[in-house]
Each structure stands twice: as C-alpha cells, then as structure tokens.
C-alpha cells in the first residue's frame, strides 16, 4: 500500500500526463476491446452480473493508514462481460518530508500531510476479476496541518488500461466448485507506459465454499466462492497470491485481500 501511495504522489507530481472533463471518462465501449480478447473472454464462462450499484470501502492498517469509499455502476452487460462507471475517494496521510527536514530542529512535533485522492471511470470487467478496459481520472488534493504556513495544492490526471491479448491456457473456473483452476496469459498496456506492453500468467483456483456471508450485517442469498490468484509475471517470478470472494448471487467479487489492503461490499441494488 506504501508503494502505491508513493507511485501516486509521484505521478501526480509530474506534468506530462494528459487531463480530460470528468464527462469523458464515460467514453468506455465494447467496441475498443480487441476482437481475440472478446472472444477469449466469452471462453471464461463469467456469469452476467446481477445487481444494478455495489457500494465497497476498502482500507489498509499499515502505515500510512487509508480508507476507500467506492461505487460502481453497472451500465451496460455483454457475454458476461460488464461495462461499469466507478467513482471512488481515499483519504490518507504522510509525512512532510520538506517541513521535517528543514523546520524539525525548531519546532518538536512533525508535520504531515493530508490527502484526499477522489477518482471516477469507466472500464469494461469479468466479474470484478479480470479488467479489459479501464479509464480514470484522478484528482489529488493535498494540505498541511501547519497553523503559521497553511498550505493547498491539487492535481489532476488521467491513466488509461487496455488488454491486448487473453489466452486461455488450461482449465476453467465457471461454473464454480471447490478444486476448479484456471491458467490465463493476460497482456496489457496502459497510458503510464505509452508503447510498453505487459505480459503475466494469472492462475486462480477456487478454494472454499460459504454460505451465509454477511454483506453490512445482512445475509447474502446463494454461495460464496473463495478465489485465489497467482500473478507470475515473465520476469519477476511468482507474486504473492490475491484472495478474492465471489458471489453466486451477485455474479461479481464481493471482497478482496490484495497486499495488505482488504476490500468489502457493504451494499447493492
């Protein structure tokens, strides 16, 4: 979580990446997604989703500590794919890196920043597993707690996401049961690294059964799956695993445990 915050600030810090109206980011179609990426993804099974909104909060007790509220839409379903829009706000915050290196010899207590990271989107997903098109906008704004030097500053960019390639190797996840494992090579890029393209092996194997999962203390109708995936990438060996909770009923990831950060449903419709 620490390096994603740091990745973030410093993205943001920089200048050379492309600002849209909010408006835009809902320009996400089926049509951008490669025709071997569509097809491979109808081989995988997903099941349609089935609710209208999902509220999630997602949040991390490692230093800096952060919390997520997150809403995603569902606006549009094809052969078990969704096109969702996503909006989303993070608070967290570091230390004051320029106040403690100059001022801390004069004044004891140190100083932090406090961050307010708000994003919207749009993106094409496999049941909030497998992202095939993803478009944010995100908007930093930062401030000091600083009495006799208050200070605010904000920043805007855009990271846009796209699979290129998606072969199935070997098994199959869906319908799900306990013991089922699936092998895919999922190549990407992303407007971060114009020209550079992404190559992993996801392997992802159903786990556990549940029932009666409670979703914001009421029971959720229909099992539970757990799913845990392996992101091997050609040059980095194999990464830790991801867990994720799947919903029969839903027909989407009801909670996740990436790293140290843990993601939750906490409503639909």
Known sequence: MKKFILIVLSMLACSNYSVIASEDVNRVSFSQIPNQVKESAKLLNF?????????????????????????YRVDEVSSGLARVSTAAT?????????YNLFL??????????????????SGVSAGGLIELLGLNQMNM??????KFLPATFSRTMTIESKTTKLE?????????KV???????????????????????LEFEVTKQMKGYLLNNSKLPGNVFEITIHSKQSKKGQGLPSTFLFSSHLGWVVESHIGNMTEKAVGWN
């Open 47 to 71: 099941p349609t989703p089935r609710f209208k909104e999902l509220g999630m909060v997602a949040f991390t007790q490692e230093k800096p500590t952060s919390v997520t509220y997150g809403h």
């Open 90 to 98: 993070q608070t967290f915050e570091t230390q004051d890196v320029a």
């Open 104 to 121: 801390s010899g004069f004044i004891d207590k140190g100083s932090t920043l406090e961050h307010e990271l708000r994003s919207n989107g």
């Open 141 to 146: 704004k930062t401030s000091n707690n600083l």
């Open 168 to 176: 199935k190797i070997s098994g199959q996840l869906f319908p799900l």
């Open 179 to 201: 013991g089922n494992k699936l092998i895919i090579q999922h190549t990407s890029e992303n407007s971060m690294e114009k020209g550079k393209e992404r190559t992993k092996t």
